[in-house]
């Protein structure tokens, strides 16, 4: 009984192994060129905004679809940042383009979380179970992605709507993380200055 090799798989090309990649517009450059230090950022968002959505799914919280169509629009910011601005075809431009409207619905998104909020009188901490706590942790990983989008930004490679997306996001992810404590009636740590040689005083609040 003979067993044939199989066939090569297309997950790997062997064509990035001096360190190179390819954009959308062709041009090959440096994997540790600003472009890509922006798609690993935002890619690796979309993988941290995946886990969130599992637990939110899993407590029945209502920010699952929303947080599907946010990596959605993560995949949408990461073919426009791989499409250099500047140096690229008509055709690829409009393919590519991320559109402002995007950023309005987001800012929609955070009305409607917030106004069923209390007001935050009090820094807080990352808290309120797992779906909180995840959302916090997209919201820091939202934040880096923002800082290392701003100079592609800067340098004409990426629409300025993919910087305002990036900047309200984190906003749609704090508020999300306090509406998943709320929904599942769990405590939010809140800040307290800690005081040498006195023990620390937890405070909480219910939501």
């Not at 090959?28 to 935002?42: C, N, P």
């Not at 993560?74 to 008509?90: C, K, V, Y």
């Given at each position: 009984?003979?067993?044939?090799?199989?066939?090569?798989?297309?997950?790997?090309?062997?064509?990035?192994?001096?360190?190179?990649?390819?954009?959308?517009?062709g041009e090959r450059r440096l994997k540790t060129d600003r472009i890509f230090e922006a798609l690993g950022a935002v890619?690796?968002?979309?993988?941290?905004?995946?886990?969130?959505?599992?637990?939110?799914?899993?407590?029945?919280?209502?920010?699952?679809?929303?947080?599907?169509?946010?990596?959605?629009?993560?995949?949408?910011?990461?073919?426009?940042?791989?499409?250099?601005?500047?140096?690229?075809?008509?055709?690829?431009?409009?393919?590519?383009?991320?559109?402002?409207?995007?950023?309005?619905?987001?800012?929609?998104?955070?009305?409607?979380?917030?106004?069923?909020?209390?007001?935050?009188?009090?820094?807080?901490?990352?808290?309120?179970?797992?779906?909180?706590?995840?959302?916090?942790?997209?919201?820091?990983?939202?934040?880096?992605?923002?800082?290392?989008?701003?100079?592609?930004?800067?340098?004409?490679?990426?629409?300025?709507?993919?910087?305002?997306?990036?900047?309200?996001?984190?906003?749609?992810?704090?508020?999300?993380?306090?509406?998943?404590?709320?929904?599942?009636?769990?405590?939010?740590?809140?800040?307290?200055?800690?005081?040498?040689?006195?023990?620390?005083?937890?405070?909480?609040?219910?939501?």
């Amino acid at each position: 009984m003979t067993s044939e090799a199989p066939q090569k798989s297309m997950l790997y090309t062997r064509t990035g192994d001096k360190g190179e990649s390819s954009l959308y517009n062709g041009e090959r450059r440096l994997k540790t060129d600003r472009i890509f230090e922006a798609l690993g950022a935002v890619d690796e968002l979309n993988s941290s905004i995946g886990i969130a959505h599992h637990y939110c799914k899993k407590s029945a919280n209502g920010l699952d679809e929303q947080l599907i169509e946010i990596q959605c629009n993560l995949q949408d910011i990461g073919s426009n940042i791989a499409t250099p601005r500047n140096d690229a075809s008509e055709g690829q431009l409009r393919k590519t383009a991320f559109d402002e409207g995007h950023v309005e619905k987001l800012e929609g998104w955070i009305d409607r979380l917030d106004s069923q909020l209390p007001p935050l009188r009090n820094f807080i901490l990352p808290s309120g179970g797992e779906s909180s706590i995840f959302l916090h942790q997209s919201r820091s990983i939202c934040r880096r992605a923002e800082r290392t989008v701003i100079p592609v930004v800067e340098a004409g490679d990426a629409d300025g709507t993919v910087l305002k997306y990036l900047n309200r996001l984190s906003d749609y992810l704090f508020a999300a993380a306090r509406s998943a404590a709320k929904h599942e009636g769990l405590e939010e740590n809140i800040y307290k200055k800690a005081k040498p040689g006195r023990e620390a005083v937890v405070e909480t609040r219910t939501l």
